[in-house]
């Protein structure tokens, strides 16, 4: 192979490295969530009651005693309003929990019903669901939220 040819054969392969590289930094982005986009949290707000309202509450209220164990030994929804602990968490891990369900909280050796939505909803749909749910605090419970996405 001329030389020329060599130059051209690693021109391509360093194109391609760029080009998946980049494919792969885009695609690794985590979705948006605005809890101002009000076409975002009325999406959010559907999906929330279609997939978690039954467990989580109409007005993210939880279920009752939601810190105390059933008889099964799993952890009741929490509540996701204010009174609860979802704002305790980045948007990251909001996602990741949502997306893996019981096996996100396996790996904190917590067990819980709630099931992986990672094969049911998309990122975008995901994302949706947490910005109602954000759109849902006070000012200051979201100010404070943000600063762990920081």
């Given amino acids: 192979m001329t030389r020329r040819a060599w130059v051209a054969v690693a021109a391509a392969a360093v194109a391609l490295a760029i080009s998946a590289g980049a494919v792969w930094w885009f695609a690794a982005k985590p979705p ?29 209220e939880g279920q009752p005693d939601w810190r105390t164990r059933l008889p099964s030994g799993r952890l009741p929804a929490p509540p996701h309003d ?14 990741q929990i949502v997306r893996e369900g019981p096996a996100f909280y ?21 994302a949706a669901v947490i910005a109602y749910i954000k759109s849902r605090w006070p000012a200051e419970i979201q100010a404070r939220q943000a600063q762990t996405n920081r």
């Fill in 32 to 60: 948006r969530i605005d809890p101002d986009d009000a076409t975002q949290v009325a999406a959010g707000e559907a999906l929330y009651r279609a997939h978690c309202a039954s467990c989580h509450g109409a007005n993210l």
């Fill in 106 to 126: 396996t790996t904190l050796g917590v067990q819980t019903d709630m099931p992986a939505f990672g094969t049911q909803l998309s990122e975008g749909d995901m």
């Fill in 82 to 95: 204010a009174s609860g602990h979802t704002w305790h968490h980045a948007d990251a891990v909001l996602l």
